[in-house]
């Protein structure tokens, strides 16, 4: 079985459809508060709050935005989940609620739910620390994976900006009780209803796990027909499970694989969960590089790549919206082998090196470069998951240069990224390497741009010719992102911006800096 807390009531599930959390809610729980609409992850209808416990010692939880439409069942295991229905309070409204609509902001109202999840999200996190300050931009940014097709964004930003000046609701309170699927709840007072008034719920600091859920903490199973999914919490566990069956589809953030169950109406027979394990969430650093576990969150690398590596943590902000980078991992851009995957090339830029497990228990050491055999095929063997991903710190004269180009700023697949490694002397390239994606089946190094650069000075004319040598690197595909000769053209453009930038560090030359121009001033919380 699996548990889990919804909206304030302890669950568990033994066989129901393994399958999006978005179709548990609205066709077993009846939770039709939580809409779908593109069932990809892209337009923030389905969003609800995911809560983990900050440590075990405590109820204290942190609740981050998700889409449910790609999210597994299997991925609660343990947690808390929250939905729109749960937010009012005693017949008083959520200060997201009620702030949208004193700025009326909802016309149709078929997105007006994700939206509040999304802006409840922001109004937890801000409430929850005392001296964080949220500025019109932290808004944007945590609506960036909701769209809206009537109301437009302005009255929606600005219920943002007034519920953070609203007072945190109270909290209800519930005795601890426990429901089976199918039955009544269990506790020292008997319900009928399967869904008790969320009024009374102490939806943020949900009850301690009952004693009937906390025996089969050692990791959760659903199975339904054929079909089973699995959420180990120690690698032993998963090793086990991949003796057994060594092909299972692993699952980190399923961002991308649930689109096969959306988008190509597929049914996965056997997938595993690698995010309860505590081993693939751990992070370590040394004097030379950083050691990261595959199952790590974008949001949770935010933070360190700013520190490190700015122009990567940049990036970061521009892959998918604060739902994906909440579920979406390190581990699973590369394990999905996409040749537009935005990580990979940044990675290999840097001279990443993947550690890759087996079921039983044997380590093997790669450079990334190496992983990426041909198009969505790589050097991973049935019973083999990635553990980790060491990265090198940068030293004094290495610089580290990242673009992205899409058709949308925030939000969108890349239609070619590039990364550059450059280990400067004097005004000379030391050392370089140029890493590509969306330039052919697999993420990869230009060995003849990086050869025509190797040991010259910097400046825009010799990057330019550099760019002359892509066409012996790279024949890019035409598809619905853009034409060869557009990859092509931008590509050798991208090399002489990057020329510019290396010669003038301290030069602003990025559209992501438009944010500077109408984030204003923080806005500090209630």
Not at 186 to 214: N, R, T
Not at 291 to 319: C, H, K, N, T, W
Not at 492 to 517: F, Y
């Amino acid at each position: 079985m699996i548990s889990f807390c919804l909206n304030g009531v302890w669950k568990q599930e033994y066989d129901v459809d393994p399958s999006t959390l978005l179709r548990y809610l609205r066709s077993v729980q009846g939770l039709t508060g939580t809409k779908e609409g593109c069932a990809s992850g892209d337009c923030g209808a389905c969003t609800v709050l995911i809560g983990n416990r900050n440590d075990e010692t405590s109820n204290d939880w942190q609740f981050e935005s998700a889409n449910s439409c790609i999210t597994l069942v299997s991925q609660l295991n343990g947690k808390a989940l929250l939905t729109v229905e749960a937010l009012a309070n005693r017949g008083q409204l959520h200060p997201a609620q009620q702030a949208m609509v004193d700025c009326h902001g909802s016309q149709c109202g078929f997105c007006t739910p994700g939206f509040v999840m999304s802006l409840a999200g922001l109004y937890r996190q801000a409430n929850a620390a005392d001296s964080i300050e949220v500025n019109r931009q932290d808004i944007v940014e945590a609506l960036a994976g909701n769209l809206c097709r009537c109301t437009g964004y302005r009255p929606i930003i600005e219920a943002g900006q007034k519920m953070l000046s609203m007072p945190e609701p109270q909290s209800g309170v519930q005795q601890q009780e426990f429901q089976q699927p199918g039955s009544q709840q269990l506790g020292s007072q008997q319900k009928s209803s399967q869904h008790p008034d969320p009024q009374e719920v102490a939806i943020w600091c949900p009850p301690p796990v009952p004693d009937a859920a906390a025996k089969h903490n050692a990791g959760g199973s659903l199975a339904q027909g054929n079909r089973s999914a699995n959420a180990p919490v120690t690698e032993k566990e998963l090793q086990l499970l991949l003796a057994d069956d060594p092909n299972a589809r692993l699952v980190a953030g399923a961002t991308d694989i649930a689109l096969e169950v959306t988008q190509q109406f597929r049914d996965i027979d056997n997938t595993i969960y690698l995010g309860d394990i505590d081993t693939l969430q751990a992070i370590t650093e040394n004097d030379q590089d950083f050691v990261i576990g595959s199952a790590v969150s974008y949001s949770r690398l935010e933070s360190l790549f700013d520190q490190y590596f700015p122009e990567f943590g940049g990036m970061l902000r521009r892959l998918g919206s604060r739902q994906i980078r909440n579920q979406g991992t390190l581990g699973g851009n590369i394990g999905n082998a996409s040749p537009i995957g935005d990580t990979p090339p940044v990675l290999i830029a840097l001279g990443a090196d993947i550690q890759l497990m087996n079921h039983h228990g044997q380590e093997r050491w790669m450079p990334l470069e190496k992983f990426f055999l041909s198009y969505k095929k790589t050097a991973l063997q049935p019973g083999e998951y990635i553990r980790s991903i060491r990265v090198p710190k940068l030293g004094e004269e290495e610089a580290l240069k990242v673009y992205k180009i899409s058709k949308r700023l925030e939000d969108d697949i890349s239609a070619v990224l590039l990364a550059v490694w450059c280990k400067q002397s004097q005004q000379s390239i030391a050392d370089i390497r140029v890493a590509f994606g969306g330039m052919a089946a697999v993420p990869m190094r230009a060995a003849s741009v990086e050869a025509a650069l190797q040991g010259k000075t910097i400046s825009p004319q010799v990057f330019e010719q550099a760019g002359q040598q892509l066409q012996k690197d790279f024949q890019p595909l035409t598809d619905v992102r853009a034409s060869s000769g557009y990859r092509l053209q931008v590509a050798a453009n991208l090399l002489q911006k990057c020329a510019w930038e290396l010669m003038s560090p301290d030069q602003v030359t990025r559209i992501e800096d438009i944010h500077g121009d109408f984030s204003g001033e923080g806005q500090k919380h209630a």
